[in-house]
């Protein structure tokens, strides 16, 4: 099953993707970050029905796809995940996750133009990532218990500005800044392990991989981060970016004003957002 968020009509709605063409409102539920709070939020997503009562379908040819969760409690990023990008920047392969962290704020549509402040723009960086999102509340669980806290998995297009995020030995600042991590456009209930993730700038292909070369893996990372703090229904885990990055080029490449960042996940879909410098 796969679930998006819609803007509509100057609020935003639940919906449930059908098919390419057409998805089902929720009734009830403005976004995914209000219906995931419900414990029975899988079974009201399934039983949502667009031609009975006050429900809704919406045609997708035109429909403007907000961030899948726009409301996370918290937004949980794993550095140096992927194998190849290890190699690529040069460092060990580590013992425990690198974990940094992003604000509701960072997020923004999976369609939306990113807009960098040009103080910002010197060194703007592609990082395809696979987005893990919670869906019920997971504290010190077991690996064998964290796949149940999932609910499901998106793409993240994580814009990452390399000059801030390498002003200090703390990455964050570089990762933080204002709708600038396209995210979407659906959470789809199903994953299977060793699906493609790549990133294209402008059409030309800059990272292919598949999801089997992450270090720690979705429940590796549940379980991993439940021991730290709750997981709460609605959370995103930011699970890396694999090799290919425009900083580890020689010479370095980064994205200039108007070029198009596109991250696909197979089987879950693709994030666009062209990069507007102001």
Same mark, same amino acid.
């Given at each position: 099953?796969? $679930?998006?968020?819609?803007r $509509?009509?100057?609020t935003t709605?639940a919906?449930?993707?059908d098919?390419?063409?057409t998805?089902?409102?929720?009734d009830g539920?403005?976004d $995914?970050?209000a219906?995931?709070v419900?414990p029975?939020w899988?079974s009201?997503?399934?039983?949502a ?7 809704k ?5 035109t429909a403007?796809?907000g961030?899948?969760?726009p409301?996370p409690?918290k ?5 140096l995940?992927?194998a190849s990008h290890i190699a690529?920047?040069g460092?060990?392969k580590p013992e425990?996750?690198?974990l940094?962290?992003?604000f509701a704020?960072?997020?923004t549509?999976?369609y939306?133009?990113v807009?960098i ?5 010197g060194a703007?960086?592609?990082?395809a990532?696979?987005a893990?999102?919670?869906g019920?509340c997971?504290?010190? &669980?077991?690996?064998d ?8 998995y998106? &793409?993240v297009?994580?814009?990452t500005?390399r000059?801030y ?12 800044f204002e709708?600038?991590?396209g995210?979407?456009p659906? $959470?789809?209930t199903?994953y299977v392990?060793g699906?493609?993730?790549?990133a294209?700038l402008?059409?030309?292909?800059m990272?292919s991989?598949t ?10 990372l549940?379980?991993y981060?439940?021991?730290?703090v ?5 959370d995103?885990?930011?699970t890396?970016t694999t090799g290919?990055?425009?900083h ?5 490449r980064y994205?200039?004003?108007g070029?198009?960042i596109?991250v696909t996940?197979?089987?879950?879909g ?7 410098v102001?």
């Amino acid at each position: 099953m796969k $679930l998006a968020t819609l803007r $509509l009509q100057g609020t935003t709605v639940a919906v449930r993707v059908d098919n390419e063409w057409t998805a089902t409102v929720i009734d009830g539920y403005r976004d $995914l970050s209000a219906l995931l709070v419900h414990p029975e939020w899988k079974s009201i997503a399934a039983a949502a029905d667009g031609g009975q009562g006050s429900g809704k379908t919406i045609d997708l040819a035109t429909a403007d796809y907000g961030p899948v969760v726009p409301r996370p409690g918290k937004v949980i990023c794993v550095g140096l995940n992927y194998a190849s990008h290890i190699a690529e920047m040069g460092r060990e392969k580590p013992e425990y996750p690198t974990l940094f962290a992003k604000f509701a704020e960072s997020l923004t549509g999976p369609y939306d133009d990113v807009v960098i402040p040009a103080y910002a723009a010197g060194a703007l960086d592609w990082e395809a990532e696979l987005a893990v999102i919670i869906g019920k509340c997971a504290r010190q &669980v077991s690996e064998d218990e964290a796949p149940d806290c999932i609910a499901g998995y998106s &793409v993240v297009n994580d814009y990452t500005m390399r000059d801030y995020q390498f002003r200090s030995i703390q990455w964050d600042q570089g990762k933080w800044f204002e709708k600038a991590t396209g995210f979407g456009p659906v $959470l789809d209930t199903d994953y299977v392990p060793g699906t493609r993730i790549e990133a294209r700038l402008d059409g030309e292909l800059m990272q292919s991989a598949t999801t089997d070369d992450l270090v720690f893996g979705p429940a590796r990372l549940v379980h991993y981060i439940s021991q730290i703090v709750t997981l709460q229904p609605g959370d995103v885990i930011c699970t890396g970016t694999t090799g290919g990055v425009g900083h580890a080029r020689k010479p370095a490449r980064y994205i200039q004003d108007g070029e198009t960042i596109e991250v696909t996940v197979e089987g879950i879909g693709s994030v666009r957002n062209k990069t507007i410098v102001k």
